[in-house]
């Protein structure tokens, strides 16, 4: 089928190629504190995501955005000019050059189950649960823990420093509840 179209096949690619390759590109990108947005056009080739890019462009994912659906919302507010300036391209006959992706900046990311894979390590720093914690945020189900032995799904976390160091040996305690709200260690 490819030679059929003689390399006029293309992918629409909404990440910061070649990084996040695979799956769950921005939950991947907000563990990293990556905020680098990407918009691709691609030739579609035989093996997966390794087609040369015809068109390119890179923005900022806003300071505000924690989320996934953040993510999603600044890549709303940039793919479709993008994608209407692609399509005027094309209607006016405009030649494309091919990039080849630098492969020594690749990034294979593998595709999670964010109802699985969503559970927290209670041993992680602060700053590490609450990168994900909002890294399975919407639109997924949100991280998950254990209390009395009932998978609960937490989104919405915050780092109150107010009750000072907590020793690792108390990682993962409630030591508060509130207002919908609870205190872990």
Same mark, same amino acid.
């Given at each position: 089928? #490819?030679?059929?179209?003689? %390399?006029? *096949?293309?992918?629409?690619?909404?990440?910061?190629?070649?990084?996040?390759?695979?799956?769950?590109?921005? /939950?991947? $990108?907000?563990? $990293?504190?990556? &905020? /680098?947005?990407? *918009?691709?056009?691609?030739?579609?080739?035989?093996? *997966?995501?390794?087609?040369?890019?015809?068109? &390119?462009?890179?923005?900022?994912?806003?300071?505000?955005?924690?989320?996934?659906?953040?993510y999603f919302n600044a890549l709303d507010q940039h793919a479709l000019?993008? #994608?209407?300036?692609?399509?005027?391209?094309? #209607?006016?006959? +405009?030649?494309?050059?091919?990039?080849?992706? $630098?492969?020594?900046?690749?990034?294979?990311?593998?595709? #999670?189950? /964010?109802?699985?894979?969503?559970?927290?390590?209670?041993?992680?720093?602060? +700053?590490?649960?609450?990168?994900?914690?909002?890294?399975?945020?919407?639109?997924?189900? %949100?991280?998950?823990?254990?209390?009395?032995?009932?998978?609960?799904?937490?989104?919405?976390?915050?780092? +109150?420093?107010?009750d000072g160091a907590f020793h690792s040996f108390q990682s993962g305690?409630?030591?508060?509840?509130?207002?919908?709200?609870?205190?872990?260690?």
């Open positions: 089928m #490819l030679t059929a179209f003689s %390399g006029r *096949l293309v992918n629409f690619h909404s990440i910061p190629l070649p990084r996040f390759r695979g799956g769950a590109h921005f /939950t991947w $990108q907000i563990l $990293q504190r990556d &905020r /680098t947005g990407g *918009l691709n056009i691609q030739l579609i080739e035989r093996k *997966l995501d390794v087609g040369a890019v015809i068109m &390119r462009e890179s923005y900022s994912v806003p300071d505000g955005a924690r989320k996934p659906i953040d000019p993008f #994608l209407q300036r692609f399509v005027d391209r094309v #209607l006016a006959e +405009d030649e494309f050059a091919e990039t080849q992706l $630098q492969e020594e900046f690749s990034l294979y990311m593998p595709r #999670l189950n /964010t109802v699985e894979q969503a559970f927290i390590d209670w041993s992680w720093s602060g +700053d590490e649960i609450l990168r994900f914690v909002d890294a399975f945020d919407n639109p997924y189900p %949100g991280a998950a823990t254990l209390l009395n032995g009932e998978i609960v799904r937490l989104k919405t976390c915050e780092l +109150d420093p107010n305690l409630i030591v508060r509840k509130s207002n919908h709200r609870i205190y872990v260690a």
